[in-house]
C-alpha cells in the first residue's frame, strides 16, 4: 500500500494523537471497526 507523501498528525474522540498518511482537510472520516470516527488535525507538514 502507497501512502502520500504527506503525514498528518491526528487525534480521535477519546484517544491519543496518532500518523495518520493520508493527505485530508481539517476534518476528515476514518473507518475502524465498523464505526466512524472524526479525526481532528493537530498538525500537518
Known sequence: ???PERV???RAPGKAP???YY???T???YKCK???FFF???RAQ
Open 18 to 20: 496518532s500518523i495518520c
Open 27 to 29: 476534518l476528515f472520516e
Open 34 to 36: 465498523g464505526m466512524l
Open 1 to 3: 500500500m502507497e501512502h
Open 8 to 10: 498528518e498528525i491526528v
Open 40 to 42: 481532528e488535525i493537530l
Open 23 to 25: 493527505p485530508m482537510k
